[in-house]
């Protein structure tokens, strides 16, 4: 009922940027918090960036100061703008949202997944 669809990911060297995106559609009533996490070869799934329907962000302490995430509530999209990337930056970015969407006289709650995009950051 929810799918989101990532993009913006791929290639670039070290000190680089990149610009995701995450566009969610579906039978969407409304999407509370998104975000942005990563998953390093062997390592597990962590926090880069999240942030509320008001607008508040938070993010996890590696990419502090170089990652900036935002959203455009009208269009059901995220972003994560990574400045100043690292080799260590390479991961697969899987957009995330809490979405409540309202079917025939139901709320629900889904937490939704995209099927991630790959940023790779050459040294």
């Known amino acids: 009922q929810v799918q989101l669809v990532e993009s913006g990911g791929g290639l670039v060297q070290a000190g680089g940027s990149l610009r995701l995106s995450c566009v969610a559609s579906?039978?969407?009533?409304?999407?509370?918090?998104m975000g942005w996490y990563r998953q390093a070869p062997g390592k597990q799934r962590e926090l880069a960036a999240a942030?509320?329907?008001?607008?508040?962000?938070n993010y996890g302490d590696s990419v502090k100061g170089r990652f900036t995430i935002s959203r455009d509530n009208a269009k059901n999209t995220v972003y994560l703008q990574m400045n100043s990337l690292k080799p260590e930056d390479t991961a697969v970015y899987y957009c995330n949202a809490h979405v409540l969407v309202y079917r025939s006289g139901t709320f629900s709650n889904f937490d939704s997944w995209g099927q991630g995009t790959q940023v790779t950051v050459s040294s």
């Open positions: 942030i509320s329907s008001g607008g508040s962000a």
């Open positions: 579906g039978t969407i009533f409304r999407i509370n918090d």
